[in-house]
């Protein structure tokens, strides 16, 4: 069984994308592929019991039969987190281990992904360094690039921590501007270092996207209309706060946008309804008028109603655009095809010796 340990240097780099990517490609060529995640920090409820929302992802889209708690064994709860803090957070090795040995029973390989750095783990006594050593996993950094020297610092250090099984460097969510500048200067510089890369995936419109339930459960939004289409997905956010003859040219060069505008904003809805809009979202509680509700209706427009104020909620759709989610099959099949046309396959055979 090879184990293949996914980390990162910063947050919100889509190691689930490059995990999912990984894992679809060697499944397509016959191998028995599973899924780990030490320590979980998006706790979800399911059948009443708590599990991580990324071991519930890939469960479902790997078909994995081994359970939650074992595809996850420690998730961040606030009661763990209170646990850790007062140092009753238990042997979290002897948990992460035992879990570990029963999701690779029968794999050819396991892809584990890590919250982020090496270090992750170390408040309940058990880093993701250690564990890397223990299961004697192939380490793998995904980086975004967006803090050059701190990102290459990243990559470096945790190299020299894990010399014997360090593979090399994913880029991902890279911007056209910096694709360049990774191939002509970065990609030298590491390999004269020692550090191979991988693959360099481009900053991509569909994964960032958001699917509206998303935006709904995020904002804690009220569903007005139009609730079949919350699998959409919304591409852009615009703030709907300008005269309407601006706005409407503003959205026109949006398409699949969700609009955050006040309830009482009759003239930035139609105007946004008038363009290629995936979702409204009306702040401030403020109710809109029916006409609006059943033009959107009509339009497969969900309007989402909520309490908080515009420049409230433009944070919170920010956040949710940062956390790249794979919670929908269009992110899905796109996530696996762009990973499939980024890495160098051979490369990456030859250095975790997969023939």
């Known amino acids: 069984m090879l184990p293949i340990l996914l980390v990162s240097v910063t947050p919100?780099?889509?190691?689930?994308?490059?995990?999912?990517?990984?894992?679809?490609?060697?499944?397509?060529?016959?191998?028995?592929?599973?899924?780990?995640?030490?320590?979980g920090p998006l706790p979800v409820v399911v059948d009443g019991r708590l599990a991580d929302e990324d071991a519930v992802f890939f469960q479902k889209v790997l078909g994995l039969s081994e359970s939650l708690e074992d595809i996850c064994p420690l998730v961040l709860s606030d009661q763990a987190l209170a646990d850790a803090l007062r140092g009753a957070h238990g042997d979290a090795r002897q948990r992460i281990l035992s879990a570990f040995k029963t999701v690779s029973r029968g794999k050819d390989i396991v892809m584990s992904v890590s919250m982020g750095r090496l270090s992750c783990g170390m408040t309940f006594g058990y880093s993701m360094d250690k564990f890397a050593a223990d299961i004697k996993a192939r380490v793998i950094v995904v980086?975004?690039?967006?803090w050059p020297t701190e990102t290459l610092d990243g990559i470096l250090h945790m190299r020299s921590l894990l010399p014997d099984q360090f593979v090399g460097v994913v880029f991902n969510r890279v911007p056209a501007s910096k694709a360049q500048q990774i191939g002509q200067a970065v990609k030298p510089f590491l390999e004269a270092q020692g550090v191979d890369v991988l693959g360099c995936a481009?900053?991509?419109t569909i994964l960032n996207a958001v699917p509206i339930s998303e935006l709904v459960e995020g904002?804690?939004?009220?569903v007005l209309c139009a609730g079949d289409k919350l699998n959409q997905l919304a591409e852009h956010f615009s703030i709907g706060a300008m005269n309407v003859d601006s706005a409407l040219q503003f959205f026109r060069r949006l398409p699949n946008k969700a609009v955050i505008t006040g309830g009482d904003r009759a003239d930035i809805q139609i105007a946004a309804l008038q363009t290629s809009t995936r979702c409204l979202i009306l702040t401030g509680d403020l109710y809109p008028n029916e006409r609006i509700l059943t033009r959107a209706e009509e339009m497969g427009v969900p309007v989402v109603l909520v309490t908080q104020d515009t420049s409230t909620v433009a944070a919170i759709c920010e956040q949710l655009r940062g956390h790249l989610s794979l919670q929908s099959?269009?992110?899905?099949?796109?996530?696996?095809?762009?990973?499939?046309g980024?890495?160098?396959?051979?490369l990456l055979r030859k250095r975790l010796d997969i023939k």
């Open 12 to 39: 919100y780099v889509g190691k689930n994308v490059v995990a999912l990517g990984i894992a679809e490609k060697f499944r397509r060529e016959g191998k028995s592929v599973g899924f780990f995640k030490p320590i």
């Open 143 to 146: 980086a975004r690039y967006r």
């Open 219 to 222: 904002l804690e939004g009220k």
């Open 329 to 340: 099959e269009q992110k899905t099949a796109r996530a696996i095809e762009m990973m499939d």
């Open 342 to 346: 980024c890495m160098n396959w051979d």
């Open 202 to 204: 481009p900053d991509d």
